[in-house]
């Protein structure tokens, strides 16, 4: 039996601690624009979109574990967003400096880790990485 399509990545939903923090964040070093502020008996969401297409939300509960995220937790280690090269990844680290957004600079890593990267944290600690690898 063949495997049906997947056409891409639907979306992301993050649990944060802050949805206001979180959704500023995400919009003043990410790009994102907020398309909805919306809450449901438990929970709140800030669903926001990128010109990419992604659509990303960061979700606060009433209820739960309020530590910071810890990617050596069973579930979420990181998320990776791809740009088109190494300039496009040096482009990210003047943008990341001019913001003052703590990262590790353009990293070139070999091999099985996929090529240039940069990984930057949000303020819930979520490890994120920009990279020019992997293009399929």
Excluded at 75 to 97: I, M
Excluded at 110 to 119: A, K, M, N, S, Y
Aim: glycine share 12%; net charge negative.
């Amino acid at each position: 039996m063949t495997t049906p399509m997947i056409l891409g990545l639907g979306h992301l939903d993050f649990t944060v601690t802050d949805g206001d923090r979180a959704m500023r964040w995400w919009n003043e070093v990410m790009g994102f624009t907020l398309l909805s502020e919306w809450g449901h008996a438990g929970y709140h969401g800030w669903t926001m979109a990128h010109a990419c297409g992604l659509v990303v939300t960061a979700l606060t509960h009433d209820e739960g574990d309020r530590s910071a995220f810890d990617e050596r937790r069973v579930g979420l280690d990181h998320v990776a967003f791809r740009v088109s090269d190494l300039d496009a990844l040096k482009a990210w680290a003047s943008r990341l400096d001019s913001l003052g957004v703590n990262h590790s600079g353009v990293q070139d890593i070999e091999g099985d880790r996929g090529g240039p990267l940069i990984v930057l944290r949000d303020p819930d600690n979520i490890q994120i990485e920009l990279t020019a690898g992997w293009h399929l």
